[in-house]
């Protein structure tokens, strides 16, 4: 795995996926913000290289601005992992179930949205979704170093655990509720559907409740990576303001 431009790399130093080497544009170092010092604090073999030798490397199109890292696979966590995580942070658990978003820009667009917003962990189908890849990495602007992000074999069953935990889990639909008239503190799990069928037809069966953002326009319907970030921040008012 790669991971392409400045922030995304100096996130992954430190982060959840092992960088085995990095590649900087020659002449590039003062410009580097820190990454030089962070790769020799980490003891990071550092390699220098002409651009059209990075151009050839990246898989973002030549958007590496002039440092790309060689990484291992990002490692996924076990639900087990982001319980603890919110019993340490000492606050209600706050959960991102994404059912079948296979679009890697808007995975990466969700992750970071999820990471501003302090969610405990983000749950993904392991068939017929999106994963974590190099494009999601670059788009999340290293957020995939700091949320925990769960594989699940089967989402529905990952739902009903957490209904068996009393986690209320709400599921974003345009015929649901309007959001800003259901109350979403305390634990929470929210789910947001793939891009073009929405939440399936059995997990919104299984959700407590289903949420609805209210909308003025004509289209009446919102990008996943958007509605997702209205949704999760929707939960925060409510919760601290």
Known sequence: MTI???????????????????YLQKGTERSSGNIVALAKEHKIPMHYADKAVLDKMSRTGGRHQGVIA????????????????AKEKGKPLFILILDGITDPNNLGG????????????????????????????KVSAGATQHVLIHKAVNVNDVIRRLKDMNVYVYAADMKGKPMYSVNLKGDVAIVIGSEGEGVKRLT???????ISIPQMGKINSLNASVAAGIVLFEKIRQENF
């Open 4 to 22: 392409e431009g400045k922030n995304p790399v100096k996130e992954a130093i430190s982060g959840q996926v092992t960088i085995e080497k990095i």
């Open 70 to 85: 060689v990484a291992s696979e990002f490692v996924y966590s076990d639900l087990e992992d982001i319980f603890a995580r």
């Open 110 to 137: 969700i992750i970071r949205s999820a990471e501003c917003a302090g969610v405990d962990g983000i749950v993904i189908p392991s068939r017929r979704a999106a994963g974590v890849t190099e494009t999601v990495i």
């Open 204 to 210: 919104l069966e299984l959700s407590d409740d289903v």
